[in-house]
């Protein structure tokens, strides 16, 4: 079990390691779109390789970022008859749905993008558009976006596989982070008792004097 639980850290450590580098996409591709808009209004010019450039960049946060966001447990979950039993039972239903949906489904995605991906690299594919990107950068994202979610999947059935074990804490879990509205209030909470601390200590000395 050693092993596999060390396995499973290393696969977290690269879906972790790209999804650190693909948040910084999300600005590449506020900066893009700003500046096609600016460019746009401002001299009425329009480049259909810097359009794509935005498509391109959006399919690799969404893509790339996937297995990511399967690590931090923070994908949609419509839970209706789970949460009513305990936790190593939610645990075995976990391990089902790894086996029997998440890696047929996301397994055939990948076999069936390959293809599609290689030929493009082949025929040296491009864009319709004049101007265009090449195509195969885009198509590879398919395969190498499904690959890591495969690989977040064999990890969290491994810690499941740990947990009902004893080896290590609840896969299932949120692994979220305060929000920029919740850091907001909490810096705002924190300045306003600072505030009231002040402002005691001074009616004290007040009237000591």
Known sequence: ?????????????????????????TLVVVLVSASNAVIRKVFNYSSNAWLELQWYLFGAIFLLAAGYTF?????????????????????????????FFLFPAFGLVFWLSLPYFYESWVLHELSSNTGGLIR??????????????????????????GFLRGACPDPTARVAGKTAEEELADEIRRLAEQDARDSGQTITTSKGL
Do not use: Y
């Not at 639980?5 to 910084?24: C, P």
């Open 71 to 99: 690590l931090r447990n923070e994908h949609v979950r419509v839970d209706v008859l789970s949460q009513r039993f305990s936790k190593r039972t939610q645990i075995w239903i976990e391990i089902f749905g790894v086996l």
């Open 136 to 161: 195969w950068p885009a198509k590879l994202l398919i395969p190498v976006g499904f690959a890591l979610l495969i690989l977040a999947g064999v990890s969290h059935l491994i810690k499941c596989i």
């Open 1 to 25: 079990m050693k092993f596999f639980l060390v396995l499973s850290k290393l696969i977290d450590a690269v879906n972790l390691k790209v999804g650190q580098a693909v948040i910084w996409l």
